[in-house]
């Protein structure tokens, strides 16, 4: 019973929402109305999501697992940031300006981590994959595009280079085009299959 | 008792009748496989047990026995992989003999065996015991013989080969101590080395009439009475010898003896020495002198098959099991032995790295103007901002995540510089919590900005699905808010440009915002690197009305504003792509060395 | 003052970012400890954000301070984020699905509508506009450079789509492999593919090479700001 009632509740709301923007002076209100209360409801998911997460830290100190002192800093961590947040408000300058100077350094720090390990990565890429058109075309790929990035060659200022460059430039739009449109006809496909009940990605 | 229970015809124990493999040597108490020269002298054999038994058998029992035969079905050989054909002509010749022999039967047996087939089998142990022998499979052709005793031979490769796949074999805890060879195993070495008679209690097993020279086994007391032509040594085909020598150690020993032929003797001797002969043949223990063979054959003796799927998939089970325990535990990884050699080049590598881009900015900064060629999207971009003017409203979306926002803010202070100086009226929105101080962020670099208030946006997908859509008429206009669902969020802007580190969320704007904004009003995009080749054909299709990516590009609308640039910043930035291409290129000079040095030591003479 | 503050918390960020980058000796404990500190820190200012700035305005703030007409508007929302709140304790999980159930139909709506409007339709017609004779053409005269343009931008897209299909006709799905046209195809769409993996490669190298320069800089003026002060 309940499994009919939630892919009732999935198609219904499906639908209304497609109808409600194909008809939209008519049923604007209604469209509205929706999307208010799924902003709630996903916030409240959320919310729910993180309160799951700190159960599961908390409950590996109370057992005492293996790793239960890092679960320890997730929690310190996590009370420290939602204490001050509720007590002196998100927009406080200064509760900003503590939370910015963990998150920013932290955050900033493990995408330039990137920079070397992918520097070792092409380093070692064709030891370990095999030679195929995939693998050839993408390491001439990045070469001639980490060349263009550095913009030595638009610096010249040679008109018929510009227009080399300017069409290498171009060429991969061709590929990322398809896998545009393969993604959306992909996603177009899941978005159906949910409307119809075929997929429940609800938990049912 | 022993007269329910069953004996095995293998190892000769007693089981129980219910039983379809033995306990003790875990063998089928059906034979599983025929052995050469008991097909052929079976139903000799049996015709030999009947004709002598005339006088002491009832006259019923011998019609049941003889009509035994009709009635059986061929035994499928289920460890071995004969072939359908085999299976399938011996069937047909069983059935065939059955025809024929259903023919000759008298009524009153006719009755008798539906009534059997019925009832339980009241026949005897006896009846019993040799209704098994003679269900072997019995073909009718010679050539048939030969296919079988390949299978068999086959059977034995498996059983082999299993034994050396298994690395886990259990080992007996304590070797198998004498008093538990196998009884027939006992014989053979007895009735070699000794010849002496075997022990009575083999002996009251077996009934009187049974019992008529002095042998161990009923097997054996059975060949024994075979017919000298049987008893000769089979001739093995040169190719099946060779095969039967790829068994483990112990059985090439085997079939290296095996290969002797038996020395004809006396009856009782000729008879055990014929048997051991057939058993040697097809590659088992003859009578060889070697005891420490022989016990080194009990203790490693081939198991079935079935006992050892039984083992692999313990020993899966439990390799399964640890896996599971050991789920999530970081130290079970990290336990793999790494290559010094190789982490010192990985450390020299990233040292390397990080002192060629810290080594511009540790020089200083000197701010230059950068000459160049902008790309068509960014071009469009600037064009596109350089026609706002005072009277017009541009709305910012801060769709990025901190750890983007370096460069999200080296790359839009230009275009912040710019709407500035156009004088138009910003509105500031994020789409991240971690938005609202980014923004203030972005705003303390570069030209004086004012302070702007930053507004959330939630509910991603549903949040800018909720924007796009025209506000005014809502019932929830009289709604206690703090600025997000009353119309502070105008939508006739003149321009929404949009500062995104991420496709999905640019790819959301410009599916869910793009085609309900006016048609007059720019979209414009400022992407990170990574993510700019993706928003290349939405430029392409005109969704976009401007792209901004890249440091260069935004070194160059710097340039464009008249403003100048940090070389340092830039110089780094090169040296670090340069270093890249060099890793690359090294990389694949390498690995062509790598794949052509085997080739090159083939060749040196 | 200020400027301690300032150094305090440029302290705490070159600390940090010495943590992470302790990795590339391996993975150890700091490395660990910056991360699951960055989990909890992010998770509790979200936690606090929505609840302060979502939540209590638009859903606590109607029911306690609103009319009828609100608590209408808000009755639903209200039973559907309780319910979600229900699957917190693992008995009553099941609960969730409801509320989750409305979640996605919305989502699939704007997904169906987003993808069909925004990426399907726009990104089809640019592919047949590109073959318009008006945009073909400068003067009398063909433009060659535009008609290889259009010519490579539509057999990259084609065969990029090639590359992604991997169905057998009935007939012939006892062999494994693709019919040879396909196969083709799929071949050159490799390459089309491989050269845009290689410009987004670039591209995130170039975002993370921008990341690490800011890093630099941010500890060189904490040494600048620590010495000089």
Request: charged share 20%; glycine share 8%; net charge negative.
């Amino acid at each position: 019973m309940k499994r009919i009632v939630s892919i009732v509740i999935a198609i219904t709301t499906g639908i209304l929402v497609i109808s409600a923007i194909i008809f939209r002076p008519q049923l604007n209100p209604i469209l509205s109305l929706i999307l208010r209360w799924g902003i709630l409801i996903g916030s409240t998911a959320a919310l729910v999501g993180i309160a799951i997460l700190i159960k599961t830290h908390y409950q590996r100190i109370a057992v005492g697992k293996r790793g239960f002192f890092f679960s320890l800093i997730v929690v310190f961590g996590f009370g420290i940031s939602f204490l001050g947040g509720m007590l002196l408000g998100v927009d406080n300058p200064g509760y900003q300006k503590w939370i910015s100077s963990i998150q920013l350094p932290l955050e900033i720090s493990f995408l330039g981590l990137l920079t070397l390990i992918l520097a070792t990565t092409g380093f070692r890429l064709y030891r370990l994959r095999s030679w195929s058109p995939l693998s050839i075309s993408f390491g001439i790929s990045a070469i001639v595009f980490l060349i263009l990035a550095m913009g030595y060659l638009q610096a010249l200022g040679d008109s018929r280079l510009d227009k080399i460059i300017e069409f290498i430039q171009r060429i991969p739009i061709a590929g990322g085009r398809g896998i545009l449109i393969g993604m959306g006809l992909g996603a177009l496909v899941i978005g159906i299959r949910v409307l119809i009940g075929v997929e429940r990605p609800y938990g049912e | 008792m022993s007269d329910d229970l069953l004996i095995c015809p293998h190892c000769g124990e007693e089981n129980l009748p219910s039983a379809t493999r033995c306990l003790h040597c875990g063998l089928p108490l059906e034979e599983a496989f025929a052995i050469d020269g008991l097909q052929d002298i079976s139903d000799s054999l049996t015709a030999d047990f009947v004709k002598d038994e005339d006088d002491s058998l009832p006259e019923l029992f011998r019609d049941l026995h003889e009509e035994a035969d009709s009635q059986k079905k061929a035994i499928k050989f289920d460890k071995l992989s004969a072939e359908e054909s085999t299976a399938d002509e011996v069937e047909q010749n069983d059935a065939k003999e059955g025809s024929q022999a259903e023919e000759s039967t008298p009524e009153w047996l006719k009755k008798i065996r539906q009534r059997a087939k019925v009832e339980e089998d009241s026949s005897g142990d006896l009846i019993k015991k040799v209704n098994a022998r003679d269900d072997i499979p019995q073909p009718s052709e010679p050539s048939q013989v030969d296919s079988e005793f390949e299978d068999w031979l086959r059977q034995i490769r498996l059983n082999a080969r299993r034994d050396s796949i298994q690395p886990h074999v259990d080992e007996p805890q304590e070797p198998v101590p004498v008093e538990e060879t196998p009884s027939w195993l006992k014989k053979l070495r007895e009735m070699k080395e000794t010849g002496e008679e075997p022990e009575a209690e083999e002996k009251e097993t077996l009934p009187e009439w049974v019992k008529e020279d002095q042998v161990s086994s009923p097997s054996e007391n059975l060949l024994a009475k075979g017919h000298p032509e049987h008893t000769q040594p089979i001739q093995l085909t040169p190719g099946a010898t060779k095969e039967s020598t790829q068994a483990p150690g112990n059985l090439n020993k085997v079939d290296e003896a095996g290969s002797e032929q038996a020395k004809p003797g006396k009856d009782q001797e000729e008879q055990g020495d014929n048997l051991q002969t057939i058993i040697g043949q097809v590659g088992f223990t003859p009578g060889i002198e070697d005891r420490a063979f022989l016990d080194e054959f009990e203790q490693e003796r081939p198991e079935t098959a079935d006992l050892l799927l039984l083992r692999s998939q313990r020993d899966r089970a439990k390799e399964l099991k640890d896996m599971v325990e050991n789920e999530g535990k970081a130290g079970v990884l990290g336990k793999q032995p790494k290559n010094p050699r190789s982490k010192f080049f990985l450390l020299v590598l990233y040292l390397l790295v990080l002192s060629v881009v810290a080594l511009p900015l540790l020089t200083g900064f000197i701010d230059s103007k950068i000459n160049g060629t902008m790309q068509p999207s960014s071009l469009a971009f600037f064009e596109s901002i350089s026609q706002l003017s005072a009277e017009d409203s541009v709305l910012v979306v801060i769709d990025y995540q901190p750890g983007s926002s370096a460069e999200m803010a080296l790359i839009s202070r230009p275009v912040l510089d710019h709407i500035t100086r156009q004088e138009v009226e910003k509105t500031f929105i994020t789409t991240y919590p971690e938005g609202v101080w980014l923004s203030s962020q972005l705003m303390s670099h570069g030209e004086s900005q004012p302070e702007t208030d930053t507004y959330y946006l939630p509910g991603a997908k549903i949040g800018l699905m909720n924007l796009s859509i025209d506000m005014s008429g809502s019932p929830l206009n009289g709604v206690v808010s703090s600025g997000f669902f009353d119309n502070q969020y105008d939508i006739e802007y003149d321009s929404i440009i949009i500062l995104t580190d991420s496709f999905n969320g640019g790819r959301n704007w410009l599916e869910l915002v793009g085609p309900f904004i006016s048609r007059d009003a720019s979209l414009l995009m400022v992407a990170s690197t990574q993510e700019a080749t993706m928003f290349l054909p939405y430029f392409d299709s005109a969704q976009l009305d401007g792209l901004l990516a890249g440091l260069n590009e935004s070194t160059l609308y710097n340039t464009a504003l008249d403003n100048s640039s940090s070389t340092s910043i830039n110089k780094s930035y090169q040296a670090g792509l340069l270093i890249m291409v060099a890793c690359f290129v090294i990389g694949i000079i390498t690995s062509i060395g790598a794949k052509t040095r085997p080739e090159l030591q083939e060749d040196k003479p | 003052m200020i400027q301690s503050v300032d150094l305090i918390i440029g302290a705490i960020s070159f600390i940090l970012t010495i943590m992470v980058f302790s990795y590339l000796l391996g993975d150890n404990f700091f490395f660990r400890l910056a991360s699951y500190l960055l989990v909890g820190v992010a998770s509790g200012y979200t936690a606090a954000f929505l609840i302060r700035k979502v939540i209590e305005p638009y859903l606590i703030t109607p029911i306690i301070q609103g009319g009828f007409e609100q608590w209408l508007l808000v009755i639903f929302p209200l039973v559907m984020c309780l319910l979600l709140v229900a699957m917190f304790f693992p008995r009553f999980t099941r609960l969730g699905s409801l509320p989750l159930a409305f979640l996605a139909g919305i989502v699939a709506a704007l997904t169906i509508v987003g993808v069909s409007f925004g990426t399907l339709v726009p990104q089809l017609t640019q592919v047949v506009e590109s073959f318009d004779p008006g945009n073909l053409l400068v003067g009398p005269n063909p433009d060659y450079f535009k008609i290889t343009d259009a010519l490579i931008m539509f057999i990259g897209m084609v065969s990029s789509l090639f590359y992604f299909h991997f169905g057998l006709s009935k007939r012939k799905a006892i062999s494994a492999t693709r019919p040879k046209i396909i196969e083709s195809m799929a071949k050159l769409g490799q390459i089309f593919i491989g050269i845009t993996l290689g410009a987004l490669f670039a591209g995130v190298y170039s975002a993370a090479l921008l990341a690490l320069i800011s890093r630099i800089i941010e500890s060189r003026d904490f040494f600048i700001m620590l010495f000089g002060s």
